[in-house]
């Protein structure tokens, strides 16, 4: 079965350190891969998403992902973090096989929860 | 324009009322979608067009009735709805980017 796992519900970092969302995902063939941001009562934004090309994709406000097909991970990363960032972030996957009837749906990880404390 | 515009942000309606939700984009994307998401979990899928044709319905109730006039535009009709049904639903589209553009969504709530 096709499935993304986010295995943390929330993840707490001090303002200024590293920080990391991981996100794996379990999808036959070559997915295209996808990070969002949701802010209390708002809708989605994109970050980035990795199609094909170079692992490391950047994205939106500082954040990057790094894709690693050997360990079907796709973990969002950010060099310095902001009480900002707080907010709920979503790993997507979507199915881009040839066959697959459904291959605009996105299939969602159930949200890590970022807290970045100043 | 690289947004999704729905309306209106906000809808309380009664369980026997009928009202509508929108959604407009003008990227020339010719896929949109409908999401129901409730508090801290993953949007739901509902329902995509396709080139302004209902491609996918995920085994979505009745009471909600999908319409794509045209290819920037896309309606959410409601009626009947259950207070289960209250939500943020989401608008979404895309285009020959792979990327999904998400409205602001419209938070129904109902009584």
């Known amino acids: 079965a096709q499935s993304v796992a986010q295995p943390e519900d929330q993840v707490n970092v001090a303002e200024g350190n590293p920080l990391t969302v991981k996100c794996t995902y379990s999808?036959?063939?070559?997915?295209?891969l996808f990070w969002y941001v949701q802010y209390p009562n708002r809708g989605l934004q994109f970050l980035l998403k990795?199609?094909?090309?170079d692992n490391l994709v950047k994205g939106s406000y500082g954040f990057e992902a790094e894709f690693n097909k050997s360990q079907t991970s796709f973990h969002l990363k950010k060099p310095s973090a902001l009480v900002s960032d707080s907010a709920l972030y979503f790993c997507?996957?979507?199915?881009?096989?040839?066959?697959?009837?459904?291959?605009?749906?996105?299939?969602w990880g159930l949200g890590t929860s970022l807290a970045v404390n100043p | 324009d690289t947004e999704v515009t729905q309306t209106p942000k906000h809808l309380v309606m009664g369980m026997t009322n009928k009202k509508s939700l929108k959604c407009e984009q003008h990227?020339?994307?010719?896929?949109m979608y409908w999401y129901k998401q409730k508090a801290k979990k993953p949007p739901e899928l509902m329902f995509v067009?396709?080139?302004?044709?209902?491609?996918i319905n995920e085994s979505v109730p009745s009471r909600f009735s999908p319409e794509c006039p045209n290819s920037s535009l896309l309606n959410l009709h409601l009626h009947a709805l259950q207070p289960e049904d209250s939500a943020l639903y989401l608008c979404?589209?895309?285009?020959?980017?792979?990327?999904?553009?998400f409205g602001s969504g419209t938070r129904l709530t109902v009584v």
């Open positions: 999808v036959s063939g070559n997915p295209y």
């Open positions: 997507a996957v979507r199915d881009i096989r040839q066959n697959a009837g459904n291959n605009r749906k996105l299939i």
């Open positions: 990795y199609i094909t090309g």
């Open positions: 990227m020339g994307h010719r896929a």
């Open positions: 979404a589209s895309t285009g020959g980017n792979y990327g999904y553009t």
């Open positions: 067009y396709s080139y302004e044709k209902l491609s």
